[in-house]
T-cell receptor, first 113, second 116 residues
Framework: DTEVTQTPKHLVMGMTNKKSLKCEQH?????MYWYKQKAKKPPELMFV???????INESVPSRFSPECPNSSLLNLHLHALQPEDSALYLC????????????FGQGTRLTVV | AQKITQTQPGMFVQEKEAVTLDCTYD???????LFWYKQPSSGEMIFLIY??????QNATEGRYSLNFQKARKSANLVISASQLGDSAMYFC?????????????FGKGTMLLVSP
């Protein structure tokens, strides 16, 4: 099963709302990632979790709060977002170690109104 | 720091023809790899092909092949016999090995449109 599943696929939220994005993989990967992709731009790394611990935070604003409850799940909690946070949020997973293939989910298209 | 350059914002090709998407890279790592991903309008990033810097032969995966020229630091993707379903954004990417994870630096991408 080489699949990363993200829910929801689409999300519209107000600036005062709290919402969560979910990501699940069952490939036994111990590294999981959140990327943000603005329209017509490449993905940009936000967070990396390794063995359920936050390893990399690319200076992401605190209104984005990641969580890794177990080795298969990765959440991104959203609070007090701005319209400029509207983007495609991609989750990925990989084997531990640099240079291995990363498997991506279909992404969540987020619109902040 | 890693850098990927994709100089073609858009490419057009007719069905059944071959097309080459350009990618040049810059890295200080002695050993590295290069990935190509396809992103249809649905959003998912689909892994296509991987080339290791010490691989002696160019990578091939079905209709996809890599024209890897290490001295020129280029890793161009060749798609043979294009199909309508190949219309998508294509990203070249290089992993940041120092991080110990598969964090990727992507190029700006090339939008490929395949016409009947």
């Amino acid at each position: 099963d080489t699949e990363v599943t993200q829910t929801p696929k689409h999300l519209v939220m107000g600036m005062t709302n709290k919402k969560s994005l979910k990501c699940e993989q069952h490939m036994g990967h111990r590294a999981m990632y959140w990327y943000k992709q603005k329209a017509k731009k490449p993905p940009e790394l936000m967070f990396v979790y390794s063995y359920e611990k936050l390893s990399i935070n690319e200076s992401v604003p605190s209104r984005f709060s990641p969580e890794c409850p177990n080795s298969s799940l990765l959440n991104l909690h959203l609070h007090a977002l701005q319209p400029e946070d509207s983007a495609l949020y991609l989750c990925a997973s990989s084997q531990q170690g640099g240079g291995t293939e990363a498997f991506f989910g279909q992404g969540t298209r987020l619109t902040v109104v | 720091a890693q850098k990927i350059t994709q100089t073609q914002p858009g490419m057009f090709v007719q069905e059944k023809e071959a097309v080459t998407l350009d990618c040049t890279y810059d890295t200080s790592d002695q050993s590295y790899g290069l990935f190509w991903y396809k992103q249809p309008s649905s959003g998912e990033m689909i892994f296509l092909i991987y080339q290791g810097s010490y691989d002696e032969q160019n990578a091939t995966e079905g209709r996809y092949s890599l024209n890897f020229q290490k001295a020129r630091k280029s890793a161009n993707l060749v798609i043979s016999a294009s199909q309508l379903g190949d219309s998508a954004m294509y990203f070249c990417a290089i992993p940041n090995l120092n991080s110990g994870y598969s964090t990727l630096t992507f190029g700006k991408g090339t939008m490929l449109l395949v016409s009947p």
